[in-house]
């Protein structure tokens, strides 16, 4: 049977295949020679089992993810449900700059708004993405309008403490000042909305946030 590969990394390849009839998105990971087989096993079925665990209670929680179809441990794939019209926010961003010139901004408000309290829902129910990009959130095409659905659940984890939240946070600053530097107000816009809907440790997790982003200022004038 052939495959139709969408996209292969340093930590596996996407393609497109079927579980139990449904068209379905399989996520294979590979083995890293450079380490142990016992670890890589182990290592490589944490991530899957993170991946699953996550995408199961962001769905219970009310926030957009893939339905995991099966999760097959021992060939190191993840099936799950694939969203054939979607682009990533990445993509989303670019194409509507590029589109809309300056009158961008008003759309990508927009987008940033669903962002962010996404992420705040997240957070209130203590789930730590653990690599939050805009290659890893998805804009789905829905009636005449759009959802947010967050992917790539590898490194994430169940966690109450404000500190992996803040450190959450950051990473994805990092990743927009990086991605979109031209557009510097969207990780304001993404904290605002987040502010609104990561609950009542809200305040905690901002001082981590800001401490963690000094420590990251300090190793950067540093370095």
Do not use: W
Request: one cysteine or more.
């Amino acid at each position: 049977m052939s495959l139709d590969i969408l996209k292969q990394g340093a930590e596996g390849r996407l393609y497109l295949g079927k579980f139990k009839g449904e068209s379905c998105l399989i996520k294979e990971r590979f083995v890293k020679k450079y380490r142990h087989p016992e670890l890589d096993t182990q290592i490589t079925r944490q991530r899957m089992k993170a991946e699953a665990k996550a995408s199961g209670r962001c769905l219970a929680a009310g926030i957009r993810a893939p339905r995991i179809l099966h999760l097959d441990l021992n060939q190191h794939k993840l099936y799950m449900e694939y969203f054939a019209q979607a682009k990533t926010a990445k993509q989303f961003i670019q194409e509507t700059v590029a589109s809309n010139g300056d009158s961008s901004e008003s759309v990508l408000m927009e987008l940033c708004s669903r962002i962010g309290s996404t992420i705040g829902k997240m957070h209130s129910n203590h789930i730590i993405h653990g690599d939050l990009t805009t290659s890893n959130i998805l804009i789905n095409p829905k009636d005449a309008d759009y959802e947010v659905v967050f992917i790539d659940f590898g490194l994430s984890h169940y966690n109450q403490a404000s500190e992996d939240k803040g450190v959450d946070l950051y990473v994805l600053e990092r990743a927009l000042l990086s991605t979109h530097s031209e557009q510097p107000y969207l990780f304001d816009a993404i904290l605002k909305a987040y502010s609104k809907d990561s609950g009542k440790d809200q305040d905690a997790v901002m001082i981590k946030f800001e401490e963690v982003r000094a420590r990251g200022r300090k190793r950067t004038m540093i370095g």
